[in-house]
């Protein structure tokens, strides 16, 4: 049995899909239900016994030791967080409460769980903490990607609580000896992305006929992996990982983010064409994003070469089903577009002078 936090997130949720389709062994998903937590993703799954679903907050130690204490999970796979830069921005105080005292909750509660395991559960167990790319900071056009070797340079509250996890993380396996694994994604596109993210925000935006909105100048490089490929290389890095180790994971798909709403706009006039065009008339600049990183890149061989994973996606085989999956589950996508996500487009995309 594992534990995962977060399971009803984007990531968080294909990674229990995926889990559950792959092998035996049961899941707890542990999920407080954010506005970004949704059990629609869940559906497929909801009628087998092997996936056990408890609400609750990470920073809630006593009812994460209990849960451990009664399921005996071998590994917490830690994807629990508030992930959007952009309300990071507007609100830091919940991405200190959840990432950096929720993960600090999180690893002592696994520490003490871990402490009293006999001797070969022990050794088995597994602490892994999914983070991110954008710990490292903002490359320039010509620097070399993001090794684990590279400094760490948080530019927003979003990456600065993430990069506290991972020191957090780090710490508990330097002093306590806990079993950990860390992994570093960068950015990651694919079904059930809430659609406050460029990806599904883009591809809603275009099928409503709204604008597109894109942040200055829309020459910010990140690097974009499939969902899918991330999970593949998660469930690699709980197998074969060495303790104590990070391993940045990446699609080697750097894109200028005009680059990727072009790729997105022909996508949709060769699948759901309008009679009015082209959707990239429907592109507009709005203001840009306070201290907005320039560049991620991530150098990937690491992973490659000592665990042997490796993106099937390409940027555009993914970019591909990710459309269709937005085409094909329309209904997924109104649901998600309640007064909450209606006040958050409205409180973000007002303030850059950006009209419909
Ligand atoms: P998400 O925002 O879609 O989902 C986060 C999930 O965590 C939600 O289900 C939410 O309800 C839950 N959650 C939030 N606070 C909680 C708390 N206090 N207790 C329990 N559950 C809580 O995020 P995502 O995009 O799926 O990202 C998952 C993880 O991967 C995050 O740690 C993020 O930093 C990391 N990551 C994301 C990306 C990306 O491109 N999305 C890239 C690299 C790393
Ligand atoms: P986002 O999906 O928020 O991920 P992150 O900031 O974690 O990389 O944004 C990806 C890029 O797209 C980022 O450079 C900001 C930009 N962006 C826009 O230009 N317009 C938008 O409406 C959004 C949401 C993002």
């Known amino acids: 049995m594992i534990f995962v936090t977060g399971g009803a997130g984007f990531i968080g949720s294909n990674f229990v899909l995926a889990s559950l389709a792959q092998g035996e062994e049961s899941v707890i998903n542990f999920d407080k239900l954010t506005y970004a937590g949704n059990l629609n993703n869940l559906l497929s799954v909801q009628q087998d016994s092997r996936h056990i679903f408890v609400q609750g907050d990470i920073c809630d130690t006593a009812q994460v ?7 005996q999970p071998r590994a917490i796979v830690h994807f629990a967080a508030e992930s959007h830069v952009d309300r990071s921005i507007y609100g830091p105080g919940e991405f200190i409460q ?11 509660a696994a520490r003490a769980y871990w402490s009293g395991l006999p001797k070969a559960q022990q050794e088995a ?6 983070s991110t790319d954008e710990v490292y900071g903002s490359l320039e056009k010509d620097d070399a990607p993001f090794t684990e070797q590279h400094v760490y340079a948080p530019n927003s509250p979003y990456s600065a609580s993430k990069a506290a996890s991972d020191h957090l993380v780090r710490a508990y396996h330097h002093t306590y000896g806990l079993p950990t694994l860390t992994t570093n994604c960068s950015n990651n596109y694919g079904p ?3 659609p406050e993210k460029l990806i599904p925000l883009m591809i809603n935006n275009a099928l409503a006929g709204k604008s597109l909105p894109i942040y200055g100048d829309g020459q910010q ?9 991330h999970c593949a290389a998660i469930h690699r890095v709980l197998a074969q990982g060495k303790l104590g180790e990070t391993y940045n994971i990446g699609g080697w798909n750097e894109k200028t983010n005009l ?9 949709l006039d060769q699948m759901a064409p309008k009679a009015t065009g082209s959707y990239r008339s429907q592109i507009t600049t709005v ?24 993106p099937v996606e390409t940027f555009e085989t993914g970019l591909r089903k990710t459309v269709q999956w937005y085409l094909d589950n329309q209904a997924w996508v109104q649901a998600v577009q309640s007064g909450a996500y209606l006040e958050w487009i409205a409180h973000n995309y007002q303030q850059r002078g950006h009209k419909e």
């Open 192 to 194: 059930y992305h809430f």
């Open 65 to 71: 030791a209990a849960l451990l204490a009664e399921y």
């Open 259 to 267: 680059e990727v709403v072009h790729a997105l706009c022909d996508l």
């Open 125 to 130: 167990f597994r602490f892994l903490h999914v």
């Open 221 to 229: 490089v990140r690097d974009w992996l499939y969902v899918g490929d």
């Open 98 to 108: 959840t990432n950096i005292n929720g993960t600090f909750s999180l690893l002592e």
């Open 287 to 310: 203001q840009d994003r306070p201290g907005h990183d320039r560049r991620y890149a991530i150098d990937a061989k690491k992973i490659q070469s000592e665990l042997g994973w490796m």
